[in-house]
DNA sequence: CATCGATGTGATAGGCCACTTACTTTAGCT
DNA sequence: AGCTAAAGTAAGTGGCCTATCACATCGATG
């Protein structure tokens, strides 16, 4: 994913956008206990101290990545949302279905869009983000049960706890049995969204 | 909840079920991160190295943690269950809430039945309580939906899944609209599993 | 009542971290 | 070509943590 231009100059040429790919690495595979400045940078081969020519402080580091990972979600959502046809029912299971399928793959690196820290921040692009993801959510549950924005919200709330849910459980080994696989989680999720709607009272 | 002794005499009479205690409550309130021997100790007044008393290390400490709030969890769900009557689905719907409704309160100190780091101590106390858990609750599955242990494990998931979604988005404050109370997440929880009951195929 | 083992203490070693400061390199502009 | 400012470095500071060690206290047992 991220590239490996590591040094041969003394200056990096864009270590900003590479502090943000390796702390999503980094992120994605080690969880947020392991995040560290220090770490992202010597990952990088650069000095712990380069980072804060970029960056404040590692708070505005982590909004950062998220910022990126809030962005990514959205893209991938909508590829599979477009990917499902036209029936609205299926849009909202794929939204599902991918959602599911980034936070199992990217682990933290998904959890840390909102990571309660960066909220104080108040970081603009970030909450842009993620209300954009959300926003967007909203109208494909809206769309697969017929308008009704009440029900779509609690649609949509199932569905995204579900999908923290999955990480959760993911991250911390719960999953040992190998049918466990994240297609497996994808599929599953979306199955869930379509019993969720078929059970919903008319 | 955990009773406040402190210290009047030298020695604290019951240090180790103290430090199970306080770990939990600090866990319950900070979450993991904010876990450590040392916080703990302080919170009861006695010294850092007094710990190492009774646990070798941080994780046995935790796992004693974990073993606990496995054991409350357990006998939360049996309350609730028995407080529902007799129909099956009501059963597991209450099974749900009141997992939902212990993860709420818990946090992290509901997180860490599940941490992957005590997996790899091997705790037979640990272990034994999950499996315990976890094969009750598939037993109320099982009953709500009539016998097919294949749709009522995919049923357990989807709850398990959901009450650990549920902790990780108030933890990360998702739930910022005073609504969300811990009562209404468990009557969420108790709802989404009727739904997803009904939902099923037959 | 004397002692001994369990339990608690203070001090300390060693590790990682966030962040700072003074200095160095180099890209880009004039 | 020469200058400046951006972007990098090495070397700290101070903080918090885990874990250990020699020593202090005290309850229980003989």
């Given amino acids: ?38 770490r992202v940078a010597r990952r990088l081969g650069v000095s712990t101290a380069a980072p804060y020519r970029h960056f404040p402080d590692r708070d505005h580091l982590l909004a950062a990545v998220a910022t990126r990972a809030a962005t990514e979600l959205a893209a991938e959502v909508e590829r599979a949302v477009d990917a499902a046809g036209s029936d609205p029912v299926d849009r909202f299971a794929a939204s599902g279905g991918a959602y599911v399928r980034f936070a199992a793959t990217r682990g933290a690196g998904f959890a840390v869009i909102f990571a309660v820290d960066l909220r104080d921040l108040r970081d603009e ?21 017929g308008g009704d924005t009440e029900r779509a919200l609690w649609l949509l709330e199932q569905q995204v706890a579900l999908a923290h849910g999955y990480v959760a459980l993911l991250s911390d080994g719960f999953f040992a049995r190998p049918h466990h696989t994240i297609d497996h989680l994808a599929v599953q999720a979306e199955r869930a969204a379509r019993t969720l709607i078929r059970g919903l009272e008319p």
Same sequence: chains 1, 2.
């Fill in 125 to 145: 692009a970030l909450s842009a983000a993620g209300r954009h993801l959300m926003d967007r959510l909203l109208d494909l549950a809206r769309e697969a049960i």
């Fill in 1 to 38: 994913m991220t590239g490996t231009p590591r040094r041969d100059r003394y200056h990096h040429g864009d270590l900003r956008t590479a502090l943000v790919d390796t702390g999503f690495d980094l992120l994605a595979e080690s969880g947020l206990a392991e995040f560290s400045v220090a």
